[in-house]
């Protein structure tokens, strides 16, 4: 009896380590999208003005400096955004205009555009930023020439501090360890710890990472064992995410427990006082539990606030603009913004944690969307359908997409259908105007929109169809199977 309960307060020491673990591991990988996303805006509302440039024209370079500039000083994790040519020197930059003759031609990602790495580039960077002094990490984008050479580089900076600003609070067990790294092995971000992370460990991680999407596992390449786990993006697939702690650390009270215990068997009246102390350390994992559940449920609350700050933001400097495709831009980059939101408002409120119902939440996305586009949208929707936390984003950047791309296309009103049968969830968006151009194919839609969707979907092993309706309007149609959604 002794030797079971020693072997069950070990077994359930470490199931606490792997929930607290794989929880860090989530969050991590979830700031990392928003990052990733924040950096692709940027990039992608000025590349088509960066492609048209002959990166001499001042006016235009004057342009394209004003819109980098309003874009990066608006959202807190972006260090700086610049385009340079390419032999690797600053033409533009959002710290002002004329930019300084700042060289590139050295940094990493600078390298693989050279080299015709697909885009886009996110990478590592061990020197720091030259104009502001500080760690960065960079997301790249290549504009290059009807002949494929190179023309241009436009790149975002994200600083690294952030995610030790965000997670130092909440990843304080001993021996801890968390970072965001790319599948080619590049530490972009880590927690500032004496204890980092080794290359031969990071090597194995980046391994485990291509091989699995997530988990959680013993990993003993260094000296010291620990337990990790990692997740990699669905949204972008080149991004991982890893919370490690060494074994020998999280089972140190455990072992001075299973001393204890086996003396106290020694006596014959010391079977009660045994029973009675599993009792309460039983209770204290209870508390432990129920204190890292309240740490989860306060970091969503805080990324919830983050992405509603830079929403609210983002709108107070599209009021002062005069540009409406940039005013529009805005618009759909908050749209997304508050599609996230409702995610993790419904994270934080739900009675489980790492479910949400997706039903509220769709709601919630509908009701923020028709207010915004003045539009009406109905939801038929059944009463509740639990999903995990861990797709819920996925769900909502569909429906806001769709829901978006029907609003942009046909006016409205827009009619959202949610439904679920044994084995597949079904959305339906239907509108009742507009028309799907002759020859559309989904497959080969270039939309930004429709990428995206398409991309959510690849991931839950999810289908969508097109089609005009019979007089006017248009429907979508996705079906994802119901166990990709229920899986953690």
């Known amino acids: 009896m002794t030797a079971y309960i020693v072997e069950r307060d070990r077994a359930d020491a470490l199931r606490l380590v792997g929930e607290r673990t794989s929880s860090m591991s989530r969050m991590i990988v979830a700031h990392g999208d928003a990052a990733a996303d924040s950096a692709l805006q940027i990039i992608n509302s000025v590349y088509p003005v960066v492609a048209a440039w002959d990166l001499e024209e001042t006016d235009t370079g004057r342009t394209i400096a004003a819109r980098i500039t309003e874009m990066a000083s608006s959202n807190g994790i972006i260090s700086a955004a610049w385009?340079?040519?390419?032999?690797?020197t600053n033409l533009v930059d959002s710290w002002g205009y004329p930019a300084k003759p700042v060289s590139a031609a050295q940094r990493p990602y600078f390298k693989a555009h050279l080299a015709g790495a697909p885009d886009p580039v996110i990478m590592g960077d061990e020197q720091p930023g030259s104009v502001t002094g500080k760690e960065r990490f960079t997301i790249s984008r290549a504009v290059r020439q009807p002949d494929g050479s190179l023309k241009a580089v436009i790149a975002v900076g994200i600083y690294k501090n952030i995610f030790d600003t965000l997670y130092k609070e909440a990843v304080n067990w001993p021996g801890a360890r968390a970072g965001l790294y790319t599948v080619s092995g590049d530490v972009l971000a880590r927690i500032q710890t004496?204890?980092?992370?080794?290359?031969?460990?990071v090597t194995e991680l980046t391994r485990?990472?291509?091989?699995r999407v997530s988990g959680t596992e013993l990993v003993s390449v260094e000296p010291i064992p620990r337990i990790v786990s990692w997740r990699r993006s669905q949204a972008h697939p080149e991004l991982f995410a890893t919370s490690s702690q060494p074994v020998k650390v999280a089972l140190g009270e455990w072992e001075a427990r299973a001393w204890v215990t086996a003396l106290l068997a020694l006596a014959?009246?010391?079977v009660f006082w045994i029973l009675a102390w599993f009792a309460a350390r039983s209770a204290q994992a209870r508390q432990e539990a129920q204190a890292n559940e309240l740490a989860v449920r306060e970091v969503n609350h805080r990324?919830?606030?983050?992405?509603?700050?830079?929403s609210s933001l983002l709108q107070l400097k599209a009021r002062k603009?005069?540009?409406?495709?940039?005013?529009?831009?805005?618009?759909e980059v908050t749209a997304q913004l508050t599609a996230l939101?409702?995610?993790?408002r419904f994270v934080q409120g739900a009675s489980k944690l790492g479910t949400v119902d997706a039903a509220l939440t769709i709601e919630g996305l509908c009701n923020h969307l028709g207010e915004t586009y003045q539009v009406p949208i109905a939801l038929e929707a059944v009463s509740s359908i639990v999903v995990s936390a861990n797709h819920a984003t996925a769900l909502t950047v569909i429906v806001n997409e769709l829901v978006t791309n029907a609003i942009k296309h046909g006016g409205g009103p827009v009619t959202v259908s949610l439904k679920q049968d044994k084995e597949m969830l079904w959305l339906s968006f239907l509108s009742t105007k507009g028309r799907l151009p002759e020859g559309f194919s989904l497959e080969e839609a270039k939309g930004f929109g429709l990428r995206a969707v398409r991309s959510m979907l690849s991931g839950l092993g999810g289908h969508i169809t097109a089609k005009n309706l019979v007089k006017e309007g248009t429907a979508f149609t996705v079906s994802i199977p119901v166990a990709a959604l229920q899986k953690a």
């Open 83 to 88: 385009v340079l040519d390419a032999a690797g």
């Open 194 to 201: 004496a204890d980092r992370a080794t290359p031969a460990f």
């Open 208 to 211: 485990r990472a291509m091989e």
């Open 268 to 270: 014959a009246n010391g």
């Open 303 to 310: 990324v919830k606030n983050s992405l509603q700050l830079i």
């Open 321 to 331: 603009s005069d540009d409406t495709s940039y005013t529009e831009a805005v618009r």
């Open 341 to 344: 939101a409702e995610t993790y």
